[in-house]
């Protein structure tokens, strides 16, 4: 008697250690994104169109499946939260049927940041990666943090001042000691991005020298702890490409975990700082520009792998959204008018992470050519600059005040030697000119070009600023994956915009969104071919919504305002 093959759904809804490896295992999430954003999408084109009954039922369709999907890939202590879900959603799906118009419609919004939310925890199952068969760990400690990144941003926060940005991986080899099977293993000499072995790697630093003993054995614990709770995993983080935050970021996380020692419990509260932070974007997003917007934020946000969850977990990761959040906050004041304290957001941004400074291109060339022009600085120009600047200036002061000028000198050096490398995961127009075709890209350089200086002729003050930021972003820099979560801002332009219906813009933004899962499942284990399709899926959207924005002011003879919606 034959062995009776599993149906489609029991393949679908496996638990996690059914999968023989991560690779499947996030082949099958990837799907499961898809098919709860495409009705999520689906969702908010019926609120767009004045169908809040069946916006309501297709967004609590979704969330059902995503508590199902939820039940199946979370942890035992897990389920309960996912089957309260499931039962919620159906019995509001059924109240949904009953009630009136407005009332269907702030469930159908409340259910899309739900299935966000679901989905971008991996559905409950957070970092809980198969391998071989098996979980990456038996029990809840591995699930909710991200330990490769708390490795990198955990350590080199708290030890900044003896580690630098290149000891990390070479004192960790020498605190753990490893066996003589490990020297062999590869590991990244950060001072020069070269692969070496691990025995090479512990003989080329002075470690012993640049710690206190006192510090040295309170190092020594905080690594026995990250080598212990994340043992498969530990040797490969020494491959990784180290710790790379600014040293105002590197401040403000060691001032956080200054007093600690690293352990499940105090790792598990960091990991809350990126919630409350992704809390606050939505907020910020649905305060200024209307629960439409911030509900897409967050569904976005949740069903995209454009910024893969493995990479920088949410919950999970510290300290990562620092910058994102500070970007939202200044795009809300841009559009409540309040152009200094936008800038003093931005200019904060810029200090955590650098790349929020393409933000500033588009004032500082818009308000360089009014003073070419018109011999006068525009006033809302001059102090969204004039907000950065000073903000800028005085957060400067402060982490020099706080831990030196060398680390600013140490972080420049470090950034040059990653700006010359090129990893598999850049998404930008440097990365895409990596391919051939070189004439197009040109051509498409010249094209954003254009689009941007009609932007600041036709769009209004917001769109302008979000459109032509993440065109500077995109058009100037090749930055990693993950950091084009900010383009979440596209949400509220999707929702909002001036001149006509904005159902396309929401199709477009969507299909765009879910475009990047497809071709994940399409090459899962291809990295190279799936990031240049997010490359150019960026692209499109990028100019997708410039020209919508364009006509519509041209069509009008003035920008128009976006509304809150």
Same mark, same amino acid.
């Given at each position: 008697m034959g062995i009776e093959e599993p149906s489609f759904l029991d393949a679908l809804f496996a638990p996690a250690h059914a999968f023989a490896s991560p690779l499947e295992f996030r082949a099958a999430l990837t799907a499961h994104r898809l098919v709860v954003g495409v009705v999520g999408f689906c969702a908010l084109v019926a609120l767009q169109i004045g169908r809040g009954r069946f916006a309501a039922a297709l967004s609590l369709c979704a969330t059902l499946y995503a508590a199902l999907a939820s039940a199946a890939y979370a942890g035992p202590s897990r389920v309960g939260a996912a089957v309260a879900i499931a039962t919620a959603a159906g019995l509001a799906t059924c109240l949904a049927a009953m009630t009136r118009d407005g009332m269907a419609r702030r469930i159908a919004l409340a259910g899309l940041v739900v299935?966000?939310?679901?989905?971008g925890t991996n559905f409950l199952n957070f970092h809980d990666w198969p391998l071989g068969g098996r979980a990456a760990r038996d029990g809840e400690a591995f699930g909710p943090i991200h330990y490769n990144d708390q490795?990198? %941003?955990?350590?080199?926060?708290? %030890?900044?001042k003896e580690l630098s940005y290149d000891g990390i991986?070479?004192?960790t080899v020498q605190a753990a000691g490893d066996q003589p099977s490990n020297l062999a293993r590869p590991a990244r000499d950060l001072r020069t991005n070269s692969i070496v072995t691990v025995g090479e790697l512990a003989r080329s630093w002075p470690c012993r020298e640049r710690f206190s003993p006192e510090r040295w054995r309170a190092f020594t614990k905080d690594a026995a702890f990250f080598r212990g709770a994340d043992e498969h995993a530990r040797l490969r983080y020494l491959t990784d490409f180290g710790y790379n935050a600014t040293p105002l970021q #590197?401040?403000?996380n060691a001032l956080i975990v200054a007093r600690t020692e690293a352990g499940t419990a105090t790792l598990g509260m960091l990991a809350l700082i990126d919630v409350a932070l992704f809390a606050l974007c939505i907020v910020l997003i649905a305060r200024t520009f209307g629960p439409r917007a911030g509900a897409l934020a967050a569904l976005a946000w949740g069903v995209s792998v454009l910024w893969v969850y493995d990479h920088v977990g949410l919950p999970g990761s510290f300290g990562r959204l620092w910058w994102v959040a500070a970007v939202v906050a200044a795009t809300c004041l841009v559009h409540r008018e309040r152009p200094l304290w936008a800038g003093a957001a931005l200019g904060s941004a810029v200090l955590l992470r650098v790349l929020p400074g393409a933000f500033l291109v588009g004032p500082f060339a818009m308000a360089c050519w009014g003073l070419v022009r018109a011999r006068r600085w525009d006033p809302f120009l001059f102090k969204l600059l004039g907000g950065a600047a000073l903000a800028g200036a005085l957060l400067f002061l402060a982490t020099v005040a706080t831990v030196g000028?060398?680390?600013?000198?140490a972080f420049l050096a470090n950034a040059a030697k990653h700006a010359s490398g090129r990893l598999s995961n850049f998404i930008g127009l440097p990365a895409l #000119?990596? %391919?051939?075709?070189?004439?197009?890209?040109?051509?498409?350089?010249?094209?954003?070009?254009?689009?941007?200086a009609l932007l600041g002729r036709y769009a209004d003050a917001t769109s302008r600023f979000v459109?032509?930021?993440?065109?500077?972003?995109?058009?100037?820099?090749? #930055? #990693?994956? %993950?950091d084009y979560v900010v383009l979440v801002l596209l949400a509220p332009l999707a929702v909002t915009r001036p001149g006509g219906s904005a159902v396309a813009d929401i199709a477009v933004f969507g299909a765009g969104i879910l475009a990047g899962n497809t071709a994940f499942m399409a090459a899962p284990g291809d990295e190279r071919l799936v990031y240049f399709v997010d490359g150019c899926i960026v692209?499109?959207?990028?100019?997708?919504?410039?020209?919508?924005f364009v006509m519509a002011g041209m069509s009008s003879g003035r920008p128009g305002r976006i509304e809150r919606r």
């Open positions: 299935v966000g939310c679901l989905a490795f990198h %941003y955990y350590l080199a926060a708290k %030890y900044f991986y070479a004192c #590197t401040a403000m000028f060398e680390p600013h000198v #000119t990596a %391919y051939s075709y070189g004439p197009v890209w040109a051509a498409l350089g010249v094209g954003l070009i254009v689009l941007a459109l032509m930021g993440l065109i500077a972003l995109f058009g100037l820099t090749s #930055t #990693t994956n %993950y692209l499109l959207l990028l100019v997708w919504f410039s020209a919508r």
